[in-house]
């Protein structure tokens, strides 16, 4: 995972063929054209103009495929709360660029309050997570407090977004 910036997105509004569009991709990402398009209620070369608008305009951001953590051996997800030393936009950017870097670390998210971020990682067992944190995780710059908690099941764990 590369560190990006995200652009800000001042989206026009969804039309209701958009809102088609985004609904069958976020059921099957591997939709066809024709199959966008006829959840649409469009011509494809309309539908074609439509996703090229919303890849471009940000609404879209990528494409990408869910994989099954058991199947790769990743049966262990943690979540990890951090706390930095120092909030200056420097401290900030430098911890931000480096936990990009880990590929064990699953998602990454800046909170209000205390702790300052979460993580969740999926490694193969408690000795992985052992080895993450002497490895990666505590040789991040700026931590001054550092958590974790095990899950224990996955209750709700989907990526569709309602609108």
Request: with cysteine; charged share 25%; net charge positive.
């Amino acid at each position: 995972m590369k560190y990006t910036k995200k652009r800000n997105i001042t989206p026009d509004p969804l039309e209701p063929a958009d809102r088609a569009i985004l609904r069958e991709l976020q059921r099957n990402g591997r939709a066809t054209i024709a199959e966008l398009a006829t959840a649409a209620n469009m011509s494809e070369s309309a539908c074609f103009r439509r996703l090229k608008k919303l890849e471009d305009s940000g609404v879209i951001e990528n494409y990408t495929v869910r994989i099954n953590p058991a199947a790769i051996d990743a049966n262990l997800t943690a979540v990890i709360f951090i706390g930095l030393a120092n909030q200056s936009d420097d401290e900030v950017m430098k911890f931000e660029k480096a936990v990009s870097k880990i590929p064990e670390v699953l998602q990454c998210y800046l909170l209000t309050g205390t702790p300052d971020y979460l993580l969740r990682v999926a490694v193969k067992d408690l000795e992985g997570l052992e080895r993450l944190y002497a490895t990666a995780l505590r040789r991040l710059p700026g931590i001054s407090r550092f958590s974790s908690n095990l899950v224990l099941r996955s209750v709700v764990n989907q990526t569709n977004l309602p609108f």
